[in-house]
């Protein structure tokens, strides 16, 4: 007596595009083809979903519909996968599939599980696989979240699609070129020119994004406050120091978020209100820091402020505009003096040693990574043990870099003070701090020898020199 031969569709799906999936999917299309042989089933259809997870119940699988309408047509006697949990990992679309196999009884078969959904019993063990596949899927991902806090933690370098601009796609090496272009950038916007300004300069000049883009304010902005340019990763606001060469010190990095966000908060207006003097004067009752404050009727101050748990003694409160204005007359003066020019021209003679040591660390810091994550020839502790005071000296030295060039920025003005004063007033505070930041440690303001509206005595302001 002759039966019907039975005819089945194959269903197939890799969760990821990935390099390798592929020949995962052709194995399983040969086994599950190989499976029916021996069954001696009819491969009538073969259906095939790339890069959709069957987890997600958004995605759309369109080969998984078409299987569905081919069961409800019977076109098909059965469907045979790998796996269970290619077909599904949702209850619902395992509902769905016995759903469409009810009109003609077809079947769901599996090449390595034991499952036969002509029994009661094998509907049991699908359901119990979907379960299990579902559980599965979310320890992979809290699997993958464990994976990249560890990846953090040893600083490799995060991985992207799409090359930063300045590195190598895998950030291993800086492209010289383009570093120059950004450390250029970073000058500049220190120095008091506009973002729109340093754009509109690259875009002239041909210089493109990694992409082949003109560039934009936007792009070019979070492009130099990213912490990948310090070679830092931040992740839920810890950061997370990493291998990869930097092309900015984590100091230039917050410099620019500073400049960035005031320029946010500003509404695009000219500078950030700070002072230019915070963090720079010191009460001369006490010596501690004076902060700026504002007065009942708006006018900005700087006050020794008396606190809980600090010897500040909260005696000293000035005016800024007239403190600030003797500081410029002292910041002027110096600059057309001789021993401004002197000490900038030693620093320089001596750091192009420092930037060659900057150099040979970042060399040895990368041939160092290379061999624990590339080579293996180290372990793990070899390697942190020889990073750290590789890490910890190159750090002091691009500090010390980083000085030298505040130092570059006043070479400019050497021996110009009328330049100076120039680009005082048309340049920004962050501009002005910059300046008053790379030629004074601090300034002490005596307390007035006598009470009264008498006009500020700059004799009071006492400037603690850097050089
Ligand atoms: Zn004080």
């Known amino acids: 007596m002759e039966t019907k031969p039975v005819r089945v569709g194959i269903y197939a799906r890799i969760s990821e595009d990935r390099d390798g999936q592929q020949t995962a999917t052709a194995r399983q299309l040969k086994d599950a083809r190989e499976f029916a042989e021996r069954k001696g089933w009819i491969v009538v259809d073969e259906f095939e979903d790339i890069d959709t997870s069957a987890f997600k119940t958004n995605v759309k699988r369109p080969e998984f519909l078409r299987m569905l309408d081919s069961l409800r047509v019977g076109e098909i006697d059965g469907v045979l996968v790998w796996k269970l949990d290619r077909l599904t990992r949702q209850q619902r679309d395992l509902a769905r599939v016995m759903e469409a196999c009810e ?95 340093v754009v509109q300069e690259w875009n002239v000049r041909g210089v493109r994004t990694t992409r082949g883009a003109e560039w934009r304010t936007q792009y070019l902005s979070r492009l130099l406050a990213s912490p990948t340019l310090c070679a830092e990763r931040e992740h839920e606001g810890l950061r997370y120091p990493g291998t990869w060469p930097a092309i900015f010190t984590p100091n230039d990095t917050e410099r620019l978020r500073r400049l960035f966000a005031g320029h946010a908060g500003a509404g695009r207006k000219r500078s950030p209100t700070v002072n230019l003097l915070s963090g720079v004067l010191r009460c001369g009752a006490c010596g501690e820091g004076m902060y700026g404050s504002r007065t009942s009727d708006g006018k900005r101050r700087y006050v020794c402020h008396k606190r809980p748990g600090s010897p500040a003694c909260g005696s000293l409160t000035t005016m800024a505009v007239p403190v600030e204005e003797a500081v410029a007359e002292l910041v002027f003066a110096a600059v057309d003096g001789e021993a401004l020019a002197r000490a900038l021209h030693e620093r320089t003679d001596h750091d192009d040693g420092l930037a060659g040591l900057v150099r040979d660390d970042e060399a040895a810091l990368k041939l160092l990574s290379m061999d624990y994550y590339d080579s293996h020839v180290i372990t793990r502790d070899e390697f942190f043990a020889a990073r750290e005071p590789l890490v910890k000296r190159l750090e002091a030295n691009r500090e010390r870099l980083s000085r030298r060039d505040r130092g570059g920025l006043l070479h400019r003005f050497t021996g110009s003070s009328d330049v100076l004063r120039n680009a005082w007033t048309n340049g920004n505070l962050e501009f002005r701090r910059a300046i008053v930041g790379g030629l004074l440690e601090r300034v002490e303001l005596l307390p007035a020898s006598k009470k009264g509206r008498s006009p500020f005595d700059v004799g009071r302001v006492r400037p603690r020199w850097r050089y």
Do not use: W
């Open 103 to 197: 009109v003609h009884k077809a079947f769901v078969a599996s090449v390595s599980e034991p499952i036969d959904t002509h029994e009661n019993y094998g509907q049991f063990v699908a359901e119990l696989l979907v379960a299990q596949a579902r559980m599965e899927s979310a320890n992979t991902s809290a699997r993958q979240r464990r994976k990249a806090q560890e990846m953090r933690e040893e600083g490799r370098p995060p991985s992207v699609g799409r090359r930063c601009f300045g590195y190598a796609l895998d950030l291993s090496m800086i492209v010289p070129e383009e570093a120059a272009l950004l450390r250029d950038a970073r000058d500049s916007l220190l120095a008091g020119e506009s973002l729109r300004g």
